[in-house]
């Protein structure tokens, strides 16, 4: 049985590594005795190499692979000679093209299913209605609403913005014993769906230099094993979101070991990495997957909703069986992440039966525990097209 390892070189002066552009692909080294790149849409480069020493290994990611893994198709396999290259003799590169998720077949009714497409179809046709819809939600106010906790001096300089603060009855809440500073402030927030006891999710803005260690403490206190992370470090040279996590190797955050175990680039619109979290305090450990989406600029919305639909299935694949909170996160913590958490609760409800889906009413339960949860009516419409794409996917997978 074939087993290789999935390889993205991160050192461009190596040999073969092509040429320096922004798409990831390129980054992984070339066929030598290939003129042309095989199809790229939704490709990852496989390889296996015999190398004489462990310069090259140590500058790439690896990630086990067998080849009967359910996860990839068997496109192509080229062998070739690198001669007197001092880091490996001979190498044999093997071509997979990742699978996409499919929906997931569900309990969804399939009444409510035509319901909710022909509601979607009446507001995306019908601009007006959307529009009155989104300027009552413009108006609508959260209550409570206090955020004094937040805009404590002693927590100011927590806050990345001014405008999404966490309110004071549904923060996170830190073991300030533990804390690097003897906080419990993070601008961070639980949003429940049904059972107020059991958060479905923890919604929080890109970590800052300062606060990284409280990020991870936030992680470990609350069982979370799935992140989310929906923004790039940098957009336009503004920084969205600072690195909390180790580019190799592992990295301390306070009494936070966090050491990067993979890092799988599944297209190009999204990558998983696999963490292995450790608490000195205690020497108790837990793997923690994270799962990064690049392709969704601030206050924008993705091209399509078709790589955030399969990235969705993904994150639910990894955490089918948990009982703890997925911790999403974009820069703010409100645009990207509302629409995140209001396309995942809304397809929930409907997986599980659910006989009316009223998204406008949703977004207002979410906005009841975090303010600005999404920011534009171009996230709120972008939201009701993956829905209605996803239901139309499940319906058609449905027996009629």
């Given at each position: 049985?074939?087993?290789?390892?999935?390889?993205?070189?991160e050192?461009?002066?190596?040999?073969?590594?092509?040429?320096?552009?922004?798409?990831?692909?390129?980054?992984?080294?070339?066929?030598k005795?290939s003129?042309?790149?095989?199809?790229?849409?939704?490709?990852g480069?496989?390889?296996?190499?015999?190398?004489?020493n462990?310069?090259?290994?140590?500058?790439?990611?690896?990630?086990?692979?067998?080849?009967?893994?359910?996860?990839?198709?068997?496109?192509?396999?080229?062998?070739?000679?690198?001669?007197?290259?001092?880091?490996?003799?001979?190498?044999?590169?093997?071509?997979?093209?990742?699978?996409?998720e499919?929906?997931?077949?569900?309990?969804?009714?399939?009444?409510?299913?035509?319901?909710?497409?022909?509601?979607?179809?009446?507001?995306?046709?019908?601009?007006?209605?959307?529009?009155?819809?989104?300027?009552?939600?413009?108006?609508?106010?959260?209550?409570?609403?206090?955020?004094?906790?937040?805009?404590?001096?002693?927590?100011?300089?927590?806050?990345?913005?001014?405008?999404?603060?966490p309110?004071?009855?549904?923060?996170?809440?830190?073991?300030?014993?533990?804390?690097?500073?003897?906080?419990?402030?993070?601008?961070?927030?639980?949003?429940?769906?049904?059972?107020?006891?059991?958060?479905?999710?923890?919604?929080t803005?890109?970590?800052?230099?300062?606060?990284?260690a409280?990020?991870?403490?936030?992680?470990?206190?609350?069982?979370?094993v799935?992140?989310?992370n929906l923004?790039?470090?940098?957009?336009n040279?503004?920084s969205?979101?600072?690195?909390?996590?180790?580019?190799?190797?592992?990295?301390?955050?306070?009494?936070?070991?966090v050491?990067?175990?993979?890092?799988?680039?599944?297209?190009?619109?999204?990558?998983?990495?696999?963490?292995?979290l450790k608490?000195l305090?205690?020497?108790?450990?837990?793997t923690?997957s994270?799962?990064?989406?690049?392709?969704?600029?601030?206050?924008?919305?993705?091209?399509?909703?078709?790589?955030?639909?399969?990235?969705?299935?993904?994150?639910?694949?990894?955490?089918?069986?948990?009982?703890c909170?997925?911790?999403?996160?974009c820069s703010?913590?409100?645009?990207?992440?509302?629409?995140?958490?209001?396309?995942?609760?809304?397809?929930?409800?409907?997986?599980?039966?659910?006989?009316e889906?009223?998204?406008?009413?949703?977004?207002?339960?979410?906005?009841?525990?975090?303010?600005?949860?999404?920011?534009?009516?171009?996230q709120?419409?972008?939201?009701?097209?993956?829905?209605a794409?996803?239901?139309?996917?499940?319906?058609?997978?449905?027996?009629?």
């Open positions: 049985m074939l087993k290789a390892d999935l390889l993205m070189a050192d461009n002066t190596s040999t073969d590594v092509a040429s320096e552009s922004s798409d990831l692909f390129h980054y992984i080294e070339k066929p005795n003129s042309v790149w095989p199809n790229k849409d939704r490709l480069e496989v390889k296996n190499v015999e190398n004489n462990n310069h090259l290994m140590r500058r790439n990611r690896h990630l086990s692979l067998e080849e009967d893994d359910e996860r990839f198709v068997h496109v192509n396999t080229w062998h070739t000679d690198y001669g007197g290259n001092p880091c490996s003799k001979t190498e044999t590169i093997y071509l997979f093209a990742f699978r996409s499919e929906p997931v077949v569900t309990n969804m009714d399939i009444s409510t299913g035509h319901i909710v497409l022909s509601y979607m179809e009446d507001h995306l046709k019908n601009k007006d209605r959307l529009d009155q819809e989104w300027e009552a939600l413009c108006v609508y106010e959260a209550e409570p609403n206090s955020t004094s906790i937040a805009s404590d001096p002693a927590n100011v300089r927590k806050n990345k913005y001014s405008d999404v603060l309110y004071d009855h549904s923060r996170v809440i830190l073991n300030s014993s533990t804390n690097v500073s003897g906080s419990d402030y993070i601008n961070a927030s639980t949003i429940t769906d049904h059972d107020p006891r059991n958060p479905a999710y923890i919604c803005q890109g970590p800052l230099p300062h606060t990284v409280d990020f991870w403490q936030m992680v470990w206190e609350q069982g979370s799935v992140i989310v923004t790039k470090l940098m957009e040279g503004q969205m979101c600072h690195r909390y996590w180790p580019e190799e190797g592992s990295d301390l955050y306070h009494i936070y070991e050491h990067l175990v993979s890092e799988h680039i599944w297209c190009d619109e999204y990558l998983v990495r696999c963490f292995y608490n305090q205690t020497n108790e450990t837990r923690v994270q799962f990064h989406f690049l392709a969704w600029s601030d206050l924008s919305v993705p091209t399509s909703p078709k790589a955030l639909l399969d990235f969705r299935r993904k994150v639910n694949k990894s955490y089918r069986g948990q009982n909170p997925i911790v999403v996160q703010d913590g409100s645009g990207r992440t509302g629409c995140y958490c209001l396309l995942d609760m809304v397809l929930n409800r409907m997986s599980k039966g659910a006989k889906i009223d998204i406008a009413a949703t977004l207002e339960h979410i906005r009841d525990q975090r303010m600005n949860m999404v920011k534009t009516k171009e709120f419409e972008f939201v009701l097209v993956a829905v794409e996803e239901v139309h996917a499940i319906l058609k997978a449905l027996p009629q």
